[in-house]
């Protein structure tokens, strides 16, 4: 890592492409475990509760401190979308926009964001990015458009079918499920999604 972030194709989407973030002009947080999770499951239901929202009520408010005339876009992906899904439905005065890459709209080893209610007050600033070749059992690309089209957000379908080709490998960041082949459409696409709201 080097003070543009990841320097190397490792990790999820979100975390693997932060540096084109700082490129374009954002200042970047990346937001890994708190230290009181190092060691402990940071399943559904942890990040669906009352202690990670209070978690990311910090962070935010310490962005806000040193970043006090900018507006703020929770990005998230995969399981990172259930985080970030909590803030949206319960505490979406956080942040300004909300993406949710990948989303985990199918309930399966655990209720993801299947059941995500988007206020209305934000639903024109969140957007949905799925793609149409998504293998994970959790994320498929269908599921992220039925949750799109309930909560009346914003979807963009992105194509790519690089990578994946087991259960675990259909999951992770080198898949289509990570967008791997069209990172910078994807990150094109949202940029100006966001460009457009702000």
Request: glycine share 10%; proline share 6%; hydrophobic share 35%.
């Amino acid at each position: 890592m080097n003070s543009a972030g990841p320097t190397q194709l490792h990790g999820n989407f979100v975390i693997r492409t932060a540096h084109y973030w700082v490129d374009k002009g954002y200042a970047a947080v990346l937001v890994d475990a708190p230290s009181d999770r190092q060691y402990k499951p940071m399943d559904d239901y942890y990040r669906l509760g009352k202690d990670a929202l209070a978690d990311q009520r910090f962070v935010i408010e310490q962005v806000r401190k040193h970043f006090p005339r900018s507006k703020i876009v929770l990005l998230s992906t995969s399981r990172g979308t259930v985080t970030v899904g909590n803030v949206l439905q319960h505490a979406p005065e956080l942040a300004d926009l909300y993406v949710l890459t990948s989303p985990l709209s199918i309930a399966a080893r655990g209720p993801g964001i299947a059941n995500l209610a988007v206020p209305p007050a934000m639903q024109g600033r969140t957007l949905l990015v799925s793609n149409k070749h998504d293998a994970c059992d959790v994320s498929r690309y269908d599921g992220g458009k039925r949750l799109a089209e309930r909560n009346h957000l914003a979807f963009i379908t992105e194509e790519s079918s690089k990578g994946g080709g087991s259960p675990k490998a259909d999951c992770g960041g080198h898949s289509p499920h990570g967008f791997l082949g069209v990172e910078d459409k994807t990150l094109n696409d949202i940029n100006s999604w966001i460009r457009q709201k702000l």
